[in-house]
C-alpha cells in the first residue's frame, strides 16, 4: 500500500510465508553486522553460492528453525540460515521474498531454470547482508538472475524510504522490475500481477535484455514487440487467462469491501484486468503505474493486518506474517517499524519492533526447538493435538511451553475444535493485540525523547511487549489444554 493510501502517510507491505502444513516451526532474530565476512563465501540450501563483497550488515530476519544442526529444508548440516523470508537491515532497507510463483512451462523450455541460481531461500539474506538502498537491493538481484540464474520463480518486494521496487521472474535469466507509486494498492498471491507494461519507461521499469526475445522464441509472447511492449503475467506466468486459488478473490472483496470477486470450484475466475498493472493509458502511452484495485478510503494498520487475518488469506498453513511500515518523511532509525507474527495468522498477535534500533530480541523468539513427531496412537503425556482427518497425532516438542511460536501453534489446534473456540479464541487474540497497540504507543513516545539511549529503550520496549504477549497466550493455552 502506498503512503497516499494510508491514514499515517506511511507505505505499509508485507507478506504471510506459508508451508504445505501447519506446525512448520520459524524464528525470528537480529543478525549483527560482520556475520558473514568480505570475502567469504555463503553456501544456501539448494546450490546458490555467494562471496560477500563487504562485512555484511545488520538486520532482522526470519528463519526456519534449524537448531538441532539439520536444515529442515536441504538436510544440510553447513552454517547458514535456512528460508529467511523478509526483515530489515541497518540502513532502512526493508527485503520480503520467497513468494513462489509458477512459470509459462514454455518460456523454461528456452530459459530453463539454472541449478546453481539463486533460490528464493537465499534472497533475503544475501540483499540485506550487501544492499543500502531499494534500488542497490533492485539492482544486485536483477544482477544475479542475469548472471548466475534463478532456480526457482517467484517475486520480490524491496523498499526504503524513498522508493518500493517489485520484482518478478519467472524463468532461468529473464526478470522485470517495476517502481511501485505512492497512490497504488497491490496484491500478489502466487501469481503474476505485472501486465501489460511498456519497456520504455526505463525510470520506472527495469527488465532484462532479451525479456521479449525469450518469450518470441517460446511462442508465447503477448504484447506489441514493435512497441518494446509486454504483457509480462501472459506471456510468463502459468496460467494464461486467470488466477488461481481464492486468496485473490479473498483479498480484492476485503480491500473494496465488497463480495463480487468470485471463484468456481477449481479456485479460478478472476480475470487478470482486475489485479494486474500497466504504465499504459488507454490511447497506449505510458503513464504512471496503475491496476483497477481500489480502497474503501484510506486504511489504517488495523485494516492491513485483518487483510492478512481474512480466510483463507489467514489459513492453518501459514508459518510466519510480516509487516513493514516505513515513513518517506522520517529520517531517523525510527522511519520503519516491523511487526511480526508466528503461525495461522488468523489467531496470532503482531508484535512490533523498532528494526533499524532493535540490538536483541527476546529469547522466545529465537530459541529454536526439535520439530514435532507424528504417531497413529494417542500419546500418554505431552502436548499433543489430532490431526483433522483422523490419521494420527502431531506431538508438540518438549519444552514448547517456552516458545513463542508453540503456543502460536497450539492456538490453531485450539480453535480447530469448533465454532465456539474458534471464537473464543478471536476474542482473546483481539483483547491482547489491543493491549499490543496501546503499549506500542507509548515505546514510540519514549523512543522519540530518548536520543542517544534510543536503541535500548526500543530494544527493551519490544522485549516487554513479547514477553507480555507469551505470558497472556500461554496462560490461555494452558487453560484450554487442562480441560
Not at 19 to 41: C, M, Q, T
Request: charged residues 20%; hydrophobic residues 35%; proline residues 4%.
Amino acid at each position: 500500500m502506498g503512503s497516499e493510501l494510508t491514514e499515517t502517510g506511511d507505505t505499509v507491505f508485507g507478506r504471510i510465508e506459508d508451508f504445505y502444513y501447519s506446525d512448520y516451526p520459524k524464528i525470528f532474530d537480529v543478525y549483527p553486522s560482520g556475520a558473514h565476512r568480505k570475502g567469504e563465501e555463503y553456501q544456501g540450501c539448494y546450490g546458490f553460492t555467494w562471496t560477500f563483497t563487504h562485512d555484511s550488515y545488520a538486520y532482522t530476519g526470519y528463519c526456519d528453525d534449524n537448531s538441532q544442526g539439520v536444515c529442515p529444508d536441504c538436510e544440510g548440516t553447513h552454517e547458514h540460515t535456512p528460508y529467511q523470508a523478509g526483515g530489515t537491515n541497518e540502513y532502512g532497507l526493508s527485503v520480503t521474498a520467497t513468494e513462489t510463483m509458477y512459470e509459462n512451462e514454455a518460456v523454461t523450455s528456452v530459459d530453463p531454470y539454472v541449478d546453481t541460481g539463486i533460490e528464493e531461500a537465499e534472497i533475503t539474506t544475501v540483499l540485506l547482508s550487501e544492499a543500502a538502498t531499494a534500488r542497490e537491493a533492485m539492482s544486485l538481484l536483477t544482477g544475479i538472475y542475469a548472471s548466475a540464474g534463478a532456480c526457482t520463480g517467484g517475486s520480490v518486494i524491496v523498499a526504503d524510504k524513498n522508493e518500493t521496487w517489485y520484482i518478478e521472474s519467472l524463468s532461468g535469466t529473464q526478470y522485470i522490475a517495476v517502481k511501485l507509486p505512492s497512490d497504488m494498492v497491490m496484491i500478489c498471491p502466487n501469481v503474476s500481477v505485472i501486465g501489460l507494461i511498456d519497456l520504455d519507461d526505463t525510470d520506472n521499469v527495469v527488465a532484462s535484455d532479451a525479456l521479449v526475445e525469450t518469450a518470441v522464441l517460446a511462442e508465447c509472447f503477448v504484447g506489441d514487440q514493435d512497441a518494446n511492449v509486454i504483457d509480462f503475467a501472459a506471456s510468463y506466468d502459468s496460467d494464461g487467462s486467470y488466477s488461481t486459488g481464492s486468496r485473490l478473490a479473498a483479498g480484492l472483496n476485503y480491500l473494496s469491501g465488497s463480495d463480487s470477486f468470485k471463484v468456481d470450484a477449481d479456485g479460478k475466475g478472476v480475470e487478470r484486468s482486475a489485479y494486474t498493472m500497466t504504465n499504459l493509458d488507454p490511447a497506449g502511452s505510458i503513464t504512471e503505474l496503475h491496476n483497477s484495485i481500489r480502497t474503501e478510503g484510506k486504511l489504517d494498520l488495523r485494516d492491513v493486518i485483518g487483510y492478512f487475518r481474512a480466510s483463507p488469506i489467514g489459513k492453518p498453513a501459514n508459518a510466519e506474517t510480516h509487516l513493514f511500515q516505513i515513513s518517506p518523511t522520517d529520517d531517523t532509525a525510527a522511519g520503519t517499524i516491523e511487526w511480526v507474527s508466528m503461525a495461522n495468522c488468523q489467531y496470532n498477535v503482531f508484535v512490533p519492533f523498532y528494526p533499524m534500533l532493535t540490538r536483541e530480541v527476546h529469547p522466545l523468539l529465537k530459541t529454536g526447538h526439535a520439530f514435532p513427531e507424528d504417531v497413529t496412537e494417542e500419546p500418554a503425556e505431552g502436548t499433543y493435538f489430532p490431526y483433522e482427518d483422523d490419521a494420527g497425532y502431531i506431538v508438540y516438542p518438549a519444552g514448547r511451553e517456552d516458545s513463542f511460536y508453540w503456543n502460536f501453534a497450539a492456538l490453531n489446534h485450539i480453535a480447530a475444535e469448533d465454532e465456539d473456540a474458534a471464537a473464543a479464541v478471536t476474542d482473546i487474540r483481539d483483547q491482547i493485540q489491543e493491549t499490543v497497540y496501546s503499549e506500542w504507543e507509548k515505546v514510540q513516545e519514549e523512543v522519540l525523547a530518548a536520543g542517544e539511549n534510543a536503541s535500548e529503550i526500543a530494544t527493551q520496549g519490544s522485549m516487554t511487549i513479547t514477553e507480555k504477549v507469551y505470558q497472556d497466550i500461554s496462560s490461555y493455552v494452558e487453560s484450554c489444554l487442562s480441560q
